[in-house]
């Protein structure tokens, strides 16, 4: 059974900086891709970045050039390092994996993690 835990989501300030983490823990022969997602209160869920197994990275227009998503096949981990941050940054950041399994690929989600921007 694959399952996904975020780490990193927390309170800072405008302009700080934050990393969150995305492990993947179960049987996992590889992931194929990986994103990061978020949902502020009221709103639909939206793609913030993704990452896939060449290393082509893709970004919302919100978020180019603060914004880095990174991955270690390794540690079937993948990261989202969030600079210059913003009060409109504020949601659950929730990942999303591609994952290939025994027996399939499909893709997995985490429990979302917390983010917020405020002075």
Not at 48 to 57: E, F, L
Not at 104 to 109: E, I, K, N
């Amino acid at each position: 059974q694959v399952q996904l835990v975020e780490s990193g989501g927390g309170l800072v300030q405008p302009g700080g900086s934050l990393r969150l983490s995305c492990a993947a823990s179960g049987t996992i022969f590889s992931i194929i891709a990986g994103g990061w997602y978020r949902q502020a209160p009221g709103k639909q869920r939206d793609m913030v970045a993704s990452i896939h197994s060449g290393g082509t990275t893709t970004y919302a227009d919100s978020v180019k050039g603060r914004f880095t998503i990174s991955r270690d096949n390794a540690k079937n981990t993948v990261y989202l390092q969030m600079n210059s941050l913003k009060p409109e940054d504020t949601a659950v950041y929730f990942c999303n994996a591609w994952i290939r399994t025994v027996g399939t690929s499909r893709g997995y989600w985490g429990q979302g993690t917390q983010v917020t921007v405020s002075s």
